[in-house]
């Protein structure tokens, strides 16, 4: 038998180191090598915030955000709508098949990437895996009736793939949610909604607390010794323009300028019917905002109140994080996936190859990078985060991406484009955007219209005013020969179908 003061020498020395230890076992066991990744996905955000020059933008907590982080200029997702673009995020290829263009672009084609999607390769890898809210096309994961019940979309990637109790009903109804629990009658309801009322009235509140308890639960579990993957996916500023009167009220006396060009383009173009407004939403009044200015400007003003709503709660979040501590641990990531035309061109929407359909925000902070705040203006496309949080993280790199790791530029904001960025639309579209010119071919309308091209100096033009392709013929040539070297949806493939285009 142990002599007493030795006996309780030991004793003391063992409950201290079990203190100690306890103490470890509620910190997430990320480290430097393989840190915690939380990835927010913003749905349909185009680069209308305050930190990247919009002046009429109130966004303070994406702001604050972007003061932390590397901050992309100049970032351009595959397919200018959501399911499409989120896929190619998922994967880090580009679309090579008509059906990867469309919403349905993940669901129908999973089994052809298996464990080497984005989630799934994490988790192969020792990650747990986390998506809440839209991450890929079907907030919740489920793609059968109302979304809420049926085959997963990603089956096999997630630890839990899941939407928060909420007063709206199903997974289709909080996409497209009006104020407390209300949900989007097609070709009936409003495409504006100003409720009086809390925060609360409007589905990303919903988001923002569950991921705000998420990211507490998962502080506190470190004894499952594994760190995680937690992608949060918030709803707003996707259509309807919808937020809580506050946020209207940010926004009543802005004179929010009209684009540089507001008109049709002469063929060949990108215009569409702006189906996804004028087929899921009607006005009371049956204003068309491409000749009314008014309702222009109030447009452009319920857009930017729900951008400032969404900026609240992803704020909610990104507080959080540094409230626990898990900053120092976590690569943070705040991405678009596609933008949205208010006006320009005659298009209220997406689907279409002109520049603020496809450039979204793109922000990634890196526990202790250097430089945090600066702001580069290399091209960069969604292909290329696959990439680069496998290298962030120490993972094996899968093969044949299509994108290239970004942290050359996370290191130093001043290092050039490698390549440029490639965008895919219906009927064989593609663009390709490089530092200065911006090409979009039209193939299915050769040879009715002449070069079936469009060409923009984006330096001199940036409201893509001037199509100039048949004044510039070799600059047309290069780009043509840069674009060859990349996939080329068959021609014949046709627009989405009328459900995925709407959604």
Same mark, same amino acid.
């Given at each position: 038998?142990?002599?007493?003061?030795?006996?309780r020498?030991?004793l003391?020395?063992?409950?201290s180191?079990?203190? *100690?230890?306890?103490?470890?076992?509620?910190v997430?066991p990320a480290?430097a090598?393989?840190p915690n990744?939380?990835?927010?996905?913003?749905?349909d955000?185009?680069?209308e915030?305050?930190? #990247?020059?919009?002046?009429?933008a109130?966004?303070?907590q994406?702001d604050?955000?972007?003061e932390?982080?590397?901050v992309?200029?100049?970032?351009?997702?595959? /397919?200018?709508t959501c +399911?499409?673009?989120?896929c190619?995020?998922m994967?880090? #290829?580009?679309?090579?098949?008509g059906?990867?263009?469309?919403n349905?672009?993940?669901?129908?084609t999973?089994?052809?990437y +298996?464990?080497r999607?984005?989630?799934a390769?994490?988790?192969q890898h020792g990650? *747990?895996t986390f998506?809440?809210g839209?991450i890929?096309h079907?907030?919740g994961?489920r793609?059968g009736?109302d979304w809420?019940?049926?085959?997963?979309?990603m089956p +096999?990637a997630?630890?839990?793939c899941?939407?928060p109790?909420?007063?709206w009903?199903?997974?289709?109804a909080i996409?497209? &949610?009006?104020?407390? &629990?209300?949900?989007?009658v097609?070709?009936?309801?409003?495409? #504006?909604?100003?409720?009086?009322g809390?925060?609360s009235?409007y589905p990303d509140?919903?988001?923002?607390g569950?991921?705000v308890?998420?990211?507490?639960?998962l502080r506190n579990d &470190?004894?499952k010794?594994?760190p995680?993957f937690?992608?949060v996916?918030?709803?707003?500023p996707h259509l309807p323009f919808a937020a809580?009167?506050?946020w209207f009220?940010?926004h009543a006396?802005?004179?929010?300028?009209?684009?540089?060009?507001t008109?049709?383009?002469p063929?060949?173009?990108?215009?569409h019917?702006?189906?996804e407004?004028?087929?899921n939403?009607?006005?009371?009044?049956?204003r068309?905002p491409?000749?009314d200015?008014a309702y222009?400007?109030d447009?452009r003003?319920a857009?930017?109140?729900?951008?400032?709503?969404v900026d609240?709660q /992803?704020?909610?979040?990104?507080?959080?994080?540094?409230?626990?501590?898990?900053?120092r641990?976590?690569?943070v990531i705040?991405?678009?996936?596609? &933008?949205?035309l208010l006006?320009?061109?005659?298009?209220?929407?997406k689907?279409?190859l002109?520049e603020?359909?496809v450039?979204?925000p793109?922000m990634i902070r890196v526990?202790?990078?250097?430089?945090p705040g600066?702001k580069?203006?290399a091209t960069v496309?969604?292909?290329d985060?696959f990439?680069t949080l496998?290298d962030?993280?120490?993972l094996p790199m899968?093969?044949?991406?299509?994108g290239?790791?970004?942290r050359?530029?996370i290191?130093n904001?001043?290092?050039?484009s490698?390549?440029?960025a490639?965008?895919?639309?219906?009927e064989?579209q593609?663009?390709?955007?490089?530092?200065?010119?911006?090409?979009v071919?039209?193939?299915?309308?050769?040879p009715?219209?002449? +070069?079936s091209l469009?060409?923009f100096d984006?330096i001199?033009?940036p409201g893509?005013?001037?199509?100039?392709?048949k004044s510039?013929?070799?600059v047309v040539?290069?780009l043509l020969g840069? #674009?060859?070297r990349?996939p080329?949806?068959?021609r014949k493939?046709k627009?989405p179908?009328?459900?995925?285009?709407q959604k």
């Amino acid at each position: 038998m142990l002599p007493f003061p030795f006996a309780r020498t030991v004793l003391i020395l063992l409950f201290s180191v079990g203190l *100690r230890l306890a103490a470890l076992a509620v910190v997430t066991p990320a480290s430097a090598s393989h840190p915690n990744v939380l990835f927010i996905a913003v749905d349909d955000l185009p680069n209308e915030l305050g930190c #990247l020059g919009a002046s009429h933008a109130r966004t303070p907590q994406i702001d604050a955000f972007a003061e932390t982080a590397r901050v992309f200029k100049n970032h351009y997702v595959q /397919v200018p709508t959501c +399911g499409a673009s989120r896929c190619a995020l998922m994967t880090g #290829l580009y679309p090579r098949r008509g059906i990867h263009i469309s919403n349905n672009a993940m669901r129908a084609t999973h089994d052809d990437y +298996g464990t080497r999607t984005l989630p799934a390769w994490f988790r192969q890898h020792g990650y *747990r895996t986390f998506a809440l809210g839209k991450i890929t096309h079907y907030p919740g994961g489920r793609s059968g009736k109302d979304w809420a019940e049926g085959p997963e979309e990603m089956p +096999g990637a997630w630890d839990r793939c899941w939407l928060p109790e909420t007063p709206w009903k199903t997974p289709a109804a909080i996409m497209h &949610g009006y104020a407390n &629990g209300q949900r989007r009658v097609p070709g009936k309801s409003a495409p #504006l909604e100003c409720f009086d009322g809390p925060d609360s009235a409007y589905p990303d509140h919903w988001i923002a607390g569950e991921a705000v308890a998420t990211l507490r639960s998962l502080r506190n579990d &470190g004894g499952k010794n594994k760190p995680w993957f937690f992608a949060v996916g918030f709803f707003k500023p996707h259509l309807p323009f919808a937020a809580p009167k506050r946020w209207f009220d940010l926004h009543a006396s802005q004179q929010i300028p009209p684009p540089a060009a507001t008109a049709r383009p002469p063929e060949p173009s990108g215009w569409h019917r702006s189906r996804e407004f004028f087929g899921n939403y009607k006005d009371a009044q049956n204003r068309n905002p491409n000749r009314d200015a008014a309702y222009a400007l109030d447009i452009r003003r319920a857009h930017a109140a729900s951008v400032s709503y969404v900026d609240a709660q /992803v704020g909610r979040v990104l507080d959080e994080i540094k409230k626990l501590g898990l900053d120092r641990d976590t690569i943070v990531i705040l991405w678009g996936d596609n &933008g949205f035309l208010l006006g320009e061109h005659a298009i209220w929407g997406k689907h279409t190859l002109y520049e603020n359909a496809v450039r979204t925000p793109l922000m990634i902070r890196v526990p202790g990078q250097s430089n945090p705040g600066a702001k580069t203006g290399a091209t960069v496309e969604t292909v290329d985060l696959f990439p680069t949080l496998a290298d962030l993280c120490a993972l094996p790199m899968p093969e044949n991406l299509n994108g290239r790791s970004l942290r050359k530029h996370i290191d130093n904001p001043a290092a050039p484009s490698v390549k440029p960025a490639i965008s895919y639309w219906s009927e064989g579209q593609r663009a390709i955007r490089t530092d200065r010119w911006r090409l979009v071919t039209h193939p299915s309308k050769a040879p009715a219209v002449e +070069g079936s091209l469009e060409l923009f100096d984006m330096i001199s033009d940036p409201g893509e005013t001037t199509n100039i392709a048949k004044s510039n013929p070799s600059v047309v040539t290069d780009l043509l020969g840069q #674009l060859a070297r990349v996939p080329e949806i068959p021609r014949k493939s046709k627009s989405p179908a009328k459900n995925d285009v709407q959604k």
